[in-house]
């Protein structure tokens, strides 16, 4: 550790690092803008100046830029140097020459880094007298609002959306002082990163369409850290408040998982909560007046509960709370998945693999910390955006690694690393049914049918560890890659091996498994990754209870079963005829929902869940991390709470949830350390509570006015350390129950410097959440030896398979207008080849056949899919569902 | 452009009055490819730049280093990247400055030579000449002439029947002054936007493509195959000053023989001005000089027995830079000399960092608003304050501070006329030009 002098006092600062990070690691208030912890310094912006001096007799000193500076032992430096000071107004008097003094009536004031580092500098009187310059703005989309007058042309956004997205449809135009940041024409932003934009802008020139339609200032936000419900990753998120209605949602790092960024579908994935198909209140359907009193309907409930013929359907986008209150009401043989049968299958030999303790089950951080990287089966892309950005920075980083070492560069100059790394990448291979954008990074990359991917990866595996029997013989060319890929796995020191279950094939996971097992084997740091569908599908698989599909024989055994569905729409498990068979079994069913949908249509009893954003639970991550998520704010409507609330009032249990962890490690012990996931509600900092809202927020007497001319008593939360007020303790409170990011000086987000270790490191305390899936210490494993047979097209048949749609495919994310624009229209992708042999065209009607029923999609041609393959798009309102993973009749209408 | 008699001028003295340039044949004729060829049969690469090294030249581009320095950087032997590049900054457009476009249109041979011996000294395989895009006669003669050197087995495979091979382009740039900069003309080589880069890593580590490169200037490049013919002492001799060779110096304004002459470095501005530039014009007098382009400081009549070489330059205040000088006369308004030079810089600026993208267009504007009589006396410290901060070190690369050399001068030497603009709320100048 380095001693640097600042303004005559020392400090050991960490060796690698640049003079601004240093500076800001030790709390130091330095201004900056082109410099971004996770992209590193290009000296753009010369924000940051210092004065440097060359030893203690150097009194001149020289200003430098610290973002492109390193850190040298007993290197002097100045901050408060009075030319240091004048130099960094200045600079900001240069920016705000051509910046609109429009903060009053830009979506960015409040939480603007630009106003933060203005008066940071102290620059308050503008001596520029001339005409502004200004911009035409461009239509981005549904997302991102662009108002290019703001641009003070720091570069960040290109910077993101090229370098780490890998976007290519935002660019620097023109020159000189006439920069341009923008498409080159107007139209909708072609990445599903684009949301960052709105966070890396450090001004309002990319800010939140979404945010705009019901604006909101930072500073009037109630807030609450949780978690993205939109599929298994589990990003870290803030959702913030103000008249009962989701205003935004905004990143909550996380170092171990989402970092610094967010997918447009977590970030703009919220209109549900705000949707008018929000269930508001209890009904019994069949009496004269449906809408219910709570105690009407806990009497009817108890009443139906009691006499022990009640089944629970269980749900992976329902809590772990909610899931357990379930399985204690119903009893815990009783208690189902709420997922159809396949899907069960999949996902217990994911929990089996990652329970047996044999492999890591790697972290957002590990991948990114890998030096190789296999993904076989699984479109991550669009199943989990966050991991796929992450593999593409892997890929950069592992580059990197090695370039830098040629000449000794520090790793955070960007452009410089960028530069002599060139068209240098980590190791990837992808191997999926159909193509992804990740293919542009990979070294290798494969579309085949889902048997060949199992196949390739046994052969991989095979290739890796010797007492695997060796393919009898190289049938086609995918085996005979899987040498170079092998060999490249083998190379590495932390390679990492990513799967998932979206193919429906169960020897994909197997094979993933051998290869990391192999690797695990030859001593390799390895770990694996297994993709789920839901944002608590690892926490709903965990419980080990069977598919609902399993308790078709009881239901028709004993007749009059009370069904409870908690949070999951059958309609969506199972096809049209399946789902109505099997409510045609049950008897009284019980519905807990947050929207409305076709399985709430046939609930006897219709309870409102809330969700993410009005209760408290938690979520099991594909990882196996358990993270917490917060009540954001309390519902006027008292039937809005949470399913786990509703199921204990039900079963006359407690509403705390600290005693209900307490009770799920004790009933089921694969959640042990749930206790442990965050500060218990009774934790206090000085005696306070942490207040989610910001001690800026304005109008809470006025916002009631309607009701009551005093000020409400603030609801009071049992269930948390966190307060419905703007009062209580005002430092950084431990990681977990973060609200919202601000620090003295610091409105905007990266106030988020204050709450971390050093720029871009772990959040202080520790970053939130608690892994229940951990390596054994003497792993010890077997080979799956069941390799699949080849595939081989059927004449006349083919092979349903689902194409996950980022935008699209999300049930509960299609209620937000932006992705719902964005999503695709129903299809069904066949090869050239198979569309040719059909003599059908682009746009030609085809009419899947299944089980005696007709479904017409219009045809796309797949350039790269396998031929024998035929691929719908998964999950869309306006798709039938399907049986993936079965053979199905086409014909050409 | 003729060369004195009596004074050796080795890189024009071929070069004929009539526009003309030397084909293959009457370069070969007057000694051209003999360098060439003595380098590749007898000369390790490390002998070449150690030649270089001893004849002390000093780069032609404005910057004045040690071209033997420069390529010394250059990682050499068995361990080195195998891609290395060599540059021709052949971007030549620093106002007022017109001494490559000489040599490229008179002698392109002399600089292919060149270019294949710097190439040779530091083992780099492929080499570009990066032409300024105005420069359309010199494309023309610059590909026929590579053309006849490949014929001639002086580029590509075995040159000159040895095992060195050699790869040479030329790239034409799209017209921004910011590409002569080396590390922004190597981003535009690379197709990407033409921003200057950070040292370091030098060009000499990683420069295009993130291999190691050398980037000299046309004139620098000229020199080296008579360095190689005629010893590094000689050239040494040929400057009458501490910087060694002749230098192509040139002189534009109100003066009777505007031109440019090759002589030996270290001449006295006054020779220059009196002798080549045969004086004022009448009717004119001397007010101010650029000495080396429009990004150098003013000197005035007082500076008139100054040699003109690196080290006098600057210890008069200001810079040799391209050695090609602009005269200001006594009937051009300053104020509206340097908003124009300003009004350049402004419109030439990358963009990329603040101080420059933001800082020059305001200088202009506020250069403008005196110039047409609305200045105030704040708008002086405005000025006073940009040169300041748009200094070395401040800034990302030397555009910015280059623009504020002729601007802080102005206001040193010609404050009273700012003043007076001021004063008067008029431009004092009956018949000025911008």
Partial sequence: ?893 | MNSQAGMETPLTQYIKGNGASLGLKEYEAIGGYTALKKVLQSMTPAELQQLVMDSKLKGRGGAGFSTGTKWSLVPMGPEAPKRKYLIANADEMEPGTFKDRLLLEGNPHQLIEGMILAAYAIQADISYIFLRWAYRSAAVLLKKCLEEAYAAGYLGQHIAGSDYKLELYLHTGVGRYICGEETALLNALEGKRATPRAKPPFPQISGLFGKPTIVNNVETLSCIPHIVNNGATWFRNLSSSEDSGTKIYGVSGKVRNPGAWELPMGTTIRELLEEHAGGMLPGYQLKGILPGGASTDFLTGDHLDIKMDFAAVAAAGSRLGTGTMIVMDDKTCPVGMVHNLQHFFAQESCGWCTPCREGIPWVEKILWSIEQGAGRKEDLELLDMHTKFLGPGNTFCALAPGAMEPLQSALKYFRPEFEKHIEQKKCPYANHTH
């Fill in chain 1, 1 to 893: 550790m380095p001693t640097i002098r600042i303004d005559d006092k020392d400090y050991e600062v960490r060796d690698g690092k640049n003079l601004l990070e240093s500076c800001l690691a030790l709390g130091f208030d330095l201004p900056y803008f082109c410099w971004h912890p996770a992209m590193g310094s290009v000296g753009a912006c010369r924000q940051c100046a210092v004065k440097v001096f060359k030893d203690e007799q150097d009194t001149r000193g020289r200003l430098v830029m610290s973002c492109m500076e390193p850190v040298k032992e007993g290197l002097r430096l100045s901050i408060v140097d009075p030319a240091a000071k004048a130099f960094r107004e200045q600079v900001i008097e240069w920016l705000m020459t051509n910046h609109p003094h429009d903060c009053p009536v830009c979506d960015e004031g409040g939480s603007c880094h630009l106003q933060d580092m203005t008066v940071m500098t102290g620059h308050d009187y503008r001596r520029y007298q001339y005409r502004k310059r200004t911009y035409q703005n461009q239509y981005l989309g549904p997302f991102i609002h662009h108002e290019m007058n703001r641009c003070i042309q720091c570069y960040r956004c290109v910077r993101f959306y090229r370098d780490i997205a890998g976007g290519e449809d935002l660019n620097v135009y023109a020159a000189h002082d006439h920069i341009y940041f923008g498409r080159e024409k107007e139209g909708v932003l072609q990445s599903p990163f684009s949301g960052n934009l709105a966070e890396i802008c450090p001004t309002g020139v990319f800010t939140d369409k979404t945010l705009k339609a019901h604006y909101t200032r930072k500073w009037d936000l109630t807030n609450a850290g949780s978690v993205c419900p939109h599929c298994s990753l589990g990003c870290n998120i803030f959702a913030g408040e103000r008249y009962g209605e989701i205003r935004c949602i905004t990143n909550r790092f996380n170092s171990e998982v989402n970092g610094y960024f967010l997918c447009d579908k977590g970030r703009f994935g919220y209109e549900f909560v705000n949707s008018e198909n929000r269930i508001r209140q209890p009904l019994i359907r069949g009496r004269l007046v449906d809408a219910v009193s709570e105690d009407q309907l806990l009497e009817y409930l108890r009443h139906l509960t009691g006499n022990g013929n009640i089944i629970g359907i269980g749900s992976p986008r329902a809590s772990v709370e909610t899931n357990f209150s379930l399985m204690q009401l119903v009893g815990i043989d009783n208690f189902y998945q709420g997922v159809n049968e396949d899907t069960a299958f999949l996902q217990k030999r994911v929990t089996d693999i990652l329970e047996s303790g044999t492999l890591r089950s790697n972290s957002l951080r590990d991948i990114e910390s890998s030096d190789a990287i296999l993904v076989l089966g699984e479109d991550i892309w669009n199943t989990a955006p966050i991991m796929a950005l992450t593999v593409r920075q892997s890929v950069m980083k592992t580059a990197f690694s090695q370039t830098v070492q040629q000449i000794s560069l520090p790793s955070w100059n960007d452009i410089a690393v960028r530069e002599l790394t060139q068209e240098a990448r980590g190791y990837l291979a992808n191997a999926g049914t159909s193509g992804s954008p990740l293919d542009k990074l990979a070294t290798h990359h494969v579309q085949a049918a889902p048997d060949d991917i199992a196949r390739m990866g046994y052969a991989i595996a095979a290739h890796l560890d010797p007492s695997l029997p060796p393919l009898s013989k190289q049938e086609n060319e995918l085996t005979a890659r899987t040498g170079e890929i092998a060999l490249a796995l083998s190379l590495a020191r932390k390679p990492a091996i990513i799967s998932g279950i979206s193919a429906c094939n169960e020897a994909i996971l197997k094979a993933a498994y051998n290869i990391a097992w192999a690797l695990k084997r030859m001593g390799k740091e390895v770990g694996i990754s297994y993709v789920l569908p839901e944002c608590n599908s690892m926490g709903l698989a965990l419980t080990k209870a069977p598919s609902f599909e399993k308790a078709l024989g009881r239901l028709e055994r004993n007749t009059g079963t009370t069904v409870i569905v908690a949070e999951q729409d059958i309609y969506r498990c199972l096809p049209e005829e399946q789902a109505e068979m099997f409510f045609s079994k049950c008897g009284k069913i019980v519905v807990l929902d947050v929207l409305h949908n076709r399985t709430t249509e046939r609930a006897h009893v219709l309870i409102p869940s809330a969700s993410f954003a009005e209760g408290d639970g938690s979520f099991v991550n594909n990882e196996g991390r358990i993270q917490r998520f917060y009540k954001v704010y309390a519902p006027e409507n008292n039937n809005v709470i949470e399913g786990w609330k509703w199921l204990e009032r039900i079963g006359g249990g407690n509403e705390r949830i600290d005693q209900l962890h307490t009770m799920i490690e004790k009933g089921l012990s694969q959640f042990a350390g749930i206790s442990t996931e965050a500060p218990a509600a009774g934790f206090r900092i000085h005696g306070e509570a942490v207040p989610r809202e910001p001690h800026r927020y304005s109008g809470r007497t006025a916002m009631w006015a309607h009701l009551q001319v005093s000020e409400p008593k603030p609801h009071q939360d049992n269930n948390a350390p966190l307060s419905f007020t703007m009062e209580g303790y005002k430092g950084i409170p431990p990681a977990a129950i973060i609200p919202f990011y601000w620090a003295p000086g610091w409105n905007s987000v990266q106030a988020l410097n204050k709450y971390q270790e050093i720029p871009g490191g772990k959040l202080t305390g520790g970053n939130p959440g608690v892994r229940v899936l951990n390596e054994s210490a003497e792993p010890r494993g077997d080979f799956f030896t069941d390799m699949p047979e080849a595939f081989s097209a059927r004449r006349g048949r083919w092979l349903l398979l689902p194409a996950y749609h980022l935008l699209g495919s999300g049930e509960m994310s299609m209620e937000s207008r932006g992705i719902a624009e964005l999503s695709p229209e129903p299809y069904l992708a066949l090869s050239m080849q198979d569309a040719v042999a059909m003599n059908a065209t682009t746009g030609s009607t085809m009419v899947v056949q299944i089980m005696g029923k007709a479904y017409s999609l219009p045809l796309k041609i797949a350039e790269t899919l396998t031929d024998g393959l035929a691929v719908v798009p998964a999950g869309l309102p306006a798709m039938p569902v399907l049986p993936f993973g079965s053979w199905v009749e086409i014909v050409k209408k």
